[in-house]
């Protein structure tokens, strides 16, 4: 939003963009979506309509400079780097990294989520493999590993899979998966709000753009027909960051594509507003002195 940028020790937002992008096989450019989110962010206004505030007034963002890409390292280099970084955030803040292709999610989780939880996983992609293209760390595999090390699992969604993904799916009482097309019967989208918020404890939410009608967002690496309507995902964040019961440790937001219309970009950029806004409002930041990120920024 183009606002001072608040230090991270201070912030009670605090926004990593990582653009990485290594494994990705179809359209490329997911390193450009941090940038492009963030710039979209300029056309945002600051008066959030759902819950009727205004976040930046009370809330301090900080925006980290993007973590560098891997250099000559190998990817179990750079993933051990990205824990790194984010291990060391404050831990009080709202935290929400941007990516970049979906092969961070785990290294994010594990490094805000150590002692367990549950990841929400916004996606068309179970990204349930074991391996692909010969590793671990390609995108079509962070949820086997979270999964991997016992963390719960809710995918919504889903509409692309490989049999085996299914067949995990199906044996994992670890792993609750709303496919999409079944998210079109209303009964189906009351069972998922139920679950939304009925969970507790620690939980991460994920959001691969490719989870959004690729009416609505074209932008993204691997499109697939189907998927959530606007309003669809605006509902389950405002669930998800409305839910007192749930410790967040986290957002992010990734393989999104930035495209020639910004309809896509511009969608991330209000889902974050929507993320930040319910999480701060349901947390009492409302109340709080008007201290925030546009304090003294032009309003026009
Ligand atoms: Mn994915």
């Known amino acids: 939003m183009s606002l001072p940028n608040a230090s991270p020790d201070e912030a009670d937002v605090i926004i990593l963009p990582v653009p990485h992008e290594r494994t990705v096989t179809y359209k490329t450019g997911t390193s450009d979506g ?3 989110i963030l710039s979209a962010s300029d056309q945002l206004e600051f008066y959030e309509e759902d819950a009727g505030w205004c976040p930046t007034k009370h809330m301090r963002i900080s925006v980290l400079p993007p973590m560098p890409p891997p250099a000559e390292g190998s990817d ?73 090390k016992g963390y719960k699992l809710v995918q919504i969604g889903i509409r692309s899979l490989h049999e085996n993904e299914a ?6 009482h670890g792993i ?15 069972k998922l709000h139920r679950h939304l918020a009925s969970l507790f404890g620690p939980v991460w939410l994920t959001i691969d753009m490719d989870g959004f009608d690729p009416a609505l967002v074209a932008g993204v690496g691997t499109p697939q027909p189907g998927g959530l309507s606007w309003y669809q995902g605006v509902d389950i964040v405002e669930i998800i960051m409305r839910n007192r ?56």
């Open 245 to 300: 019961n749930i410790e967040l440790r986290g957002v992010d937001m990734v393989e999104l594509v930035p495209e020639a219309s910004h309809v896509s970009q511009m969608v991330g950029a209000k889902l974050l507003q929507k993320c930040i806004s319910h999480w701060g409002k349901s947390r009492g930041y409302d109340k709080r002195p008007a201290r925030g990120s546009q304090i003294g920024a032009a309003d026009e």
């Open 176 to 190: 609750t998966t709303y496919m999409d097309r079944l998210l079109q019967r209303p009964e189906a989208k009351q």
């Open 76 to 148: 179990e280099e750079f993933h051990r780097s990205l824990y790194e970084a984010v291990a060391s955030l404050r831990k009080e803040a709202l935290f929400v990294a941007l990516g970049g292709e979906h092969s961070i999610t785990p290294e994010l989780v594990f490094a805000r989520m150590p002692t367990g939880g549950t990841v929400v996983q916004i996606d068309a992609h179970a990204d349930l493999r074991s391996t692909y293209h010969g590793s671990e760390y390609n995108h079509a595999c962070p949820m086997h590993r979270i999964r991997g």
């Open 167 to 172: 067949a995990s799916i199906a044996k994992d």
């Open 34 to 36: 941090p940038e492009a």
